[in-house]
């Protein structure tokens, strides 16, 4: 007996990406990536062996296990890299936009 045809659901349409705009200001990184940056060159001296995704599980067993205070000064450093970013955020915000209609207008005389 032939198996049961089933009808498929219709894929409901993609969204289209939204386009970041290059001169925007980026993310800051927070204090577990800021904490990675500076022990990673230590644990690779000391796991030559290891593969990326095992450096990775290190660093976070690591993250886990350090001292709240240690952990405190990466806070304060990802704390002030956000207020730095959410000024330039602003500032970026205020700037007018370049108009997208006069590159419509550009099309369309050629």
Known sequence: MPPKKTQRKAKPEKK????????????????????????????????????????AKIMGKMWGEIDADKKAKFDKDAAAAKKKWEVEKAAY??????????????????
Request: net charge negative.
């Open 16 to 55: 289209q990406k939204k386009v970041k705009d290059p001169n925007a200001p980026k993310r800051p990184m927070s204090a577990y990536f800021l904490f990675m940056n500076s022990v990673r060159p230590e644990v690779r001296k000391e796991n030559p062996e290891a593969t990326i995704g095992d450096i």
């Open 93 to 110: 915000e205020k700037k007018p936009k370049p108009a997208e209609s006069e590159e419509e207008e550009e099309e369309d005389s050629d």
